[in-house]
């Protein structure tokens, strides 16, 4: 079993930043992917960025050049850097990991981020 709680969520204005934390109750290094999908009010949850264990990243279109996925693996917690926010990115934010040893998903409690004048 893993925990993650995610934190760093709030409201902010067009064209700022905030910084978003995930930190796991377990080491990951070993997990295959850490990733941070969104989910917004009447939308589906969506994909916003990984980090793989070798530390590659993706992002999805909407967000790149503007978000910045890392981890510091010591203390087990992944961060989402988001720049230059727009109304748009109004969402739940949600931290995921995969551990492919195990073929399980999990997943933490959301963050509610809300980007409005």
């Known amino acids: 079993q893993v925990q993650l709680v995610e934190s760093g969520g709030g409201l902010v204005q067009p064209g700022g930043s905030l910084r978003l934390s995930c930190a796991a109750s377990?080491?990951?290094?070993?997990?295959?992917?850490m990733r941070w999908f969104r989910q917004a009010p009447g939308k589906q949850r969506e994909f916003v960025a990984i980090i793989t264990g070798a530390g590659r990243t993706n992002y999805a279109d909407s967000v790149k050049g503007r978000f910045t996925i890392s981890k510091d693996s010591a203390k087990s917690t992944v961060f989402l850097q988001m720049n230059r926010l727009a109304p748009e990115d109004t969402a739940v934010y949600y931290c995921?990991?995969?551990?492919?040893?195990?073929?399980?998903?999990?997943w933490g409690q959301g963050t509610q981020v809300t980007v409005s004048a």
């Open positions: 377990r080491n990951i290094a070993s997990a295959d992917a």
């Open positions: 995921n990991a995969y551990f492919g040893i195990e073929s399980q998903d999990y």
